[in-house]
Each structure stands twice: as C-alpha cells, then as structure tokens.
Nanobody, 121 residues
Framework: QVQLVESGGGLVQAGGSLRLSCAASGRIFAIIAMGWYRQAPGKERELVATITNRGNINYADFVKGRFTISRDNAKNVVYLQMNRLKPEDSAVYLC???????????????WGQGTQVTVSS
C-alpha cells in the first residue's frame, strides 16, 4: 500500500558528509511523521531522527549537532543531512513513516529496505 524508497547511502571517509533521501508513495491519505533509524551488525535498531508533519523534530543524542533532518511535505520526502561522519555511524539506515491510508484508518508504520552507510577511518 505504501512504499518507502531510500537513496544516498555509500562509502565516505571519517569527517565527510552524506545526504539520505526517502520518498513515500502509494496509498497515502496523510503522513503523520517520517524519520530515520539505523542498525549496525549485531546491534539493535536505533532511532536517529524523526520529524512530524508539523515540523517537530527529535534527534538521538549521538547525532545532535552533526545530522539534520528535513522534510518536503508536498513531495512526501524526508532527508537526512549527515555531516562530520564517524566510523561508528556505519550502519544500514532505514526510513520510517507513520501513515494514514484513509481518513477512517488508524496510522501505522511503514519501513523502507534501507541504505548502507559506511564510514572509513
């Protein structure tokens, strides 16, 4: 019903930057919030940053001052600008969206397949 497609991952040296994008499409009545999570091998998935349709933003402590989340509500796209990357930022970054598919339905979470970010030291 709802598809999330991420792009922008890759390999970068420590101190470098990457910009991730995630586009939502499909049966969308309203997107309540969008965000980014990450999961490194052997570790649990963790929140990176979220942004609501009203522009309320939440960052994980470990990215504050380095990452910036933004959103284009008209295009259903969320971005994550990642600066001053560290090797410990290496992970699969997954896009998440809380979506209502019609006016009557409750919202539910959808996930993208993820994009790999690798930061070399």
């Amino acid at each position: 019903q709802v598809q999330l497609v991420e792009s922008g991952g890759g390999l970068v040296q420590a101190g470098g930057s990457l910009r991730l994008s995630c586009a939502a499409s499909g049966r969308i009545f309203a997107i309540i919030a969008m965000g980014w999570y990450r999961q490194a091998p052997g570790k649990e998935r963790e929140l990176v940053a979220t942004i609501t349709n009203r522009g309320n933003i939440n960052y994980a402590d470990f990215v504050k001052g380095r990452f910036t989340i933004s959103r284009d509500n008209a295009k259903n796209v969320v971005y994550l600008q990642m600066n001053r990357l560290k090797p410990e930022d290496s992970a699969v970054y997954l896009c998440n969206a809380e979506v209502k598919t019609n006016i009557m339905s409750p919202s539910r979470d959808y996930w993208g397949q993820g994009t790999q970010v690798t930061v070399s030291s």
